[in-house]
T-cell receptor
Framework: AQSVTQLDSHVSVSEGTPVLLRCNYS??????LFWYVQHPNKGLQLLLK??????LVKGINGFEAEFKKSETSFHLTKPSAHMSDAAEYFC??????????????FGRGTQLTVWP | DAGVTQSPTHLIKTRGQQVTLRCSPK?????VSWYQQALGQGPQFIFQ???????QRGNFPDRFSGHQFPNYSSELNVNALLLGDSALYLC???????????FGPGTRLTVL
């Protein structure tokens, strides 16, 4: 079975400071992992994805994430926060095998607040 | 490319009523998945349609049903609405066995 745990429900940073959103995953095999962002009253936008290629994945808007198998982690980072980064972020694991092939499993989300 | 579109954007119903939500997938996509996102939660998988058949189903009661049309668009139907069905309903499209799902803006359903 697949699952993800987002370790922080809320993260607050000042504009221009680094962002770290933490995610641990559980999977019986090497999974596909994603980070999505959801702005208020908007749908989900894909930030980046890991699909067993390079372990350091670069996404849109300066975000990146590192897949660490030994730690079962896929933390999202950004060197310098911008006010427009304030949103809800979801870590997601995709079932790549079996009867649930293609199904996405979402974490509970991390609300990022950026202070001026 | 219009991306994934959903209608309506907002809907208010009362308990016991029935509702139909609609989704048009991204051009070229043949698979549609539906998710329910309750307030303060991550989206939960409801079911997935491919070739006009339900291929997978999450842990949702039979009150939730769907349909996929030959043009790949899809409907989500919910019967006998409960207060707990109030949520944002998201549609996602993809290629069958494709790796990435594209989400629509969602339909906000409020059950009074």
């Amino acid at each position: 079975a697949q699952s993800v745990t987002q370790l922080d429900s809320h993260v607050s940073v000042s504009e221009g400071t680094p962002v770290l959103l933490r995610c641990n995953y559980s999977s019986s095999y090497s999974p596909s992992l994603f980070w999505y962002v959801q702005h208020p009253n908007k749908g989900l936008q894909l930030l980046l994805k890991y699909t067993s290629a390079a372990t350091l994945v670069k996404g849109i808007n300066g975000f990146e994430a590192e897949f660490k198998k030994s730690e079962t982690s896929f933390h999202l980072t950004k060197p310098s926060a911008h006010m427009s980064d304030a949103a809800e972020y979801f870590c997601v694991v995709r079932a790549d095998r079996g009867s649930t092939l293609g199904r996405l499993y979402f974490g509970r989300g991390t609300q990022l607040t950026v202070w001026p | 490319d219009a991306g994934v579109t959903q209608s309506p954007t907002h809907l208010i119903k009362t308990r016991g009523q029935q509702v139909t939500l609609r989704c048009s997938p991204k051009s070229g996509h043949d698979t549609v998945s539906w998710y329910q996102q309750a307030l303060g939660q991550g989206p939960q998988f409801i079911f997935q349609y491919y070739e006009e058949e339900e291929r997978q189903r999450g842990n949702f009661p039979d009150r939730f049903s769907g349909h996929q049309f030959p043009n790949y668009s899809s409907e989500l139907n919910v019967n006998a609405l409960l207060l707990g069905d109030s949520a944002l309903y998201l549609c996602a499209s993809s290629l069958h066995r494709g790796n990435e799902q594209f989400f629509g803006p969602g339909t906000r359903l409020t059950v009074l």
